[in-house]
């Protein structure tokens, strides 16, 4: 992948080992001793946003089906195969544990060793996203014995103790914190108070107990968090923030798009599985999500081909996603947020909350997409709540929703609720590379396909659960546990 070189880049390689930082050093450099969390911060951010903004961003996309792989191009090919190996994750799970936790490390010494208690808790929430992120992927990391330069073999740790540290670290820092509490120089909400923190957390706590809920009894956490209603109202995001140059462009937009290093890759386009379901309901969303084809019209690929002996279907046939050097890396949504809330009343409270929940999510997803006001036709007449159904019509809208937002997120809430799900045709039935025939009639709205060419370690219609751990991780530890295979799924989607 291209180098993404960041703002701030002095901050990215500052640790907190104590041997790092020494008196030897220029007396204008960072220091232990002058050392800051307004240095720190933004490279931490910087980070996150590369790792889940570009390689997870489009993994998940392959893997939810929201991406296909382009005529002739191979990049990416293996993601849309439903494969990953331990080489491809190593860069970003170096870039989320040296440069993301391992300088968050930094901040929250500092932070609680001068009680700046809004910092405390910015980095601790950037920490806790970072680990529910890696849980998320790999099933099983180190944690307990994690970022420690004089232990080489961490032990790993079950991905539901994680969860439940993570957890306690968050409510910690929030009883703590007062809204009014300073929060040092930072991308995501700029220097501020903790106010808007504080709500990020929260919502980042719902999302982490919704998961746990597969699996464990939260509800009365879920309860009490709820109760509070003090969720983000606005869409978390890095936003503002890039540049229209080499290195400060959002960070799948120059991996896939920009000419900053001379060429342009061109590798994603978009996937029958989502493109046809959004034409199907004259989704409004859609011209948002994707651009038209040369051809002027809106057709997608398939998983498990690149297209390369076809005679017909080559670029100029298929929709790229719509990406611009500005556009936002989320973090967390409201209208993933109203989703959650949908199934919490769907599974704890009342049919007419879920209802109206489920309603605001998908309003809220066409406000981000910026066609606010052309909801209604999905959650009136197309899709309409059915508690019956509830958790197949949050499965579907979120899976639609998140498409053009958090292609990641989409991914691990497919494994958890099971929907969308496989319906009978398979991907060689709807393209057939032998005679060169795309019968794209036979997809069924709404429902994933095998790919065409496909991950052997999975049987038919089964999405990859887990990544193998990063060779980064794994390969000089002598503790890495064994692992559980493709199709073994994380805690929280058992």
């Excluded at 946003?49 to 489009?58: D, P, Q």
């Excluded at 809920?213 to 936003?239: H, K, Q």
């Excluded at 000089?476 to 073994?488: A, C, I, L, Q, V």
């Amino acid at each position: 992948m291209k180098n993404i070189i960041f703002l701030l880049i002095f901050t990215l390689g500052i640790t907190a080992c104590d041997d790092y930082l020494d008196i030897n050093q220029d007396p204008n450099s960072p220091t232990e001793e002058n050392i800051t969390s307004d240095m720190v911060l933004p490279g931490v951010e910087m980070n996150l946003a590369s790792s889940y903004g570009n390689f997870l961003r489009i993994v998940g996309g392959y893997y939810a089906q929201h991406y296909a792989h382009n005529f002739g191009t191979s990049n990416y090919l293996d993601y849309s195969e439903f494969k990953m190996s331990a080489t491809r994750s190593s860069g970003t799970y170096t870039q989320l544990t040296a440069r993301v936790l391992n300088n968050i490390k930094t901040i929250l010494k500092l932070s609680e060793e001068n009680e700046e208690w809004g910092t405390y808790l910015a980095a601790t929430t950037l920490r806790v996203f970072t680990y529910q992120v890696l849980v998320d992927c790999y099933g099983e990391v180190p944690y307990t014995e994690a970022l420690d330069i004089t232990n080489l073999s961490p032990n790993y740790d079950e991905g539901i103790d994680v969860y439940k540290a993570i957890l306690a670290e968050l409510d910690n820092a929030l009883s703590l914190v007062s809204p009014t509490d300073a929060v040092a120089t930072n991308f995501l909400f700029g220097t501020t108070t903790a106010k808007e923190w504080i709500s990020f957390a929260k919502a980042l706590k719902l999302k982490l107990l919704m998961r746990m809920s597969s699996t464990s009894d939260v509800s009365s956490e879920l309860a009490a968090l709820i109760a509070e209603d003090d969720f983000p109202t606005s869409d978390v995001s890095y936003d503002d923030c890039w540049t229209d140059e080499t290195g400060k462009a959002s960070p799948f937009y120059q991996e896939e798009y920009a000419n900053y290093f001379g060429s342009t890759q061109i590798n994603v386009i978009g996937n029958i599985a989502l493109m046809q379901t959004m034409i199907d309901s004259n989704d409004g969303r859609l011209s948002q999500f994707f651009e038209k084809s040369d051809k002027g019209e809106y057709k997608g690929g398939v998983s498990g081909t690149n297209f390369g002996t076809s005679t017909q279907y080559k670029s100029d046939y298929f929709c790229r996603p719509v990406f611009t050097y500005d556009m936002p890396v989320y973090l967390i949504s409201v209208s993933e947020i109203e989703f959650f809330l949908a199934e919490y009343h769907a599974r704890f409270g009342t049919e007419a909350n879920a209802k109206m929940h489920y309603e605001n999510a998908i309003k809220a997803s066409f406000e981000s997409a910026g066609v606010s006001g052309m909801a209604e036709n999905i959650y009136s007449d197309t899709y309409p709540y059915d508690q019956a159904n509830y958790k197949e019509l949050i499965g579907i809208q979120k899976w639609i929703a998140l498409g053009g937002t958090n292609n990641f997120e989409a991914w691990c809430e497919m494994r958890r609720l099971n929907y969308p799900a496989f319906g009978t045709v398979t991907g060689d039935a709807i393209y057939d590379e032998g005679s060169d025939v795309f019968q794209q009639d036979l997809y069924v709205p709404g429902s994933l396909y095998t790919p065409i060419k496909m991950n052997t370690s999975l049987g038919d219609n089964e999405i990859l659960q887990r990544f193998p751990y990063a060779e980064s991780s794994s390969s000089r530890n002598s503790n890495t546990p064994e692992y559980k295979g493709d199709d073994s799924p994380v805690f929280w989607a058992e």
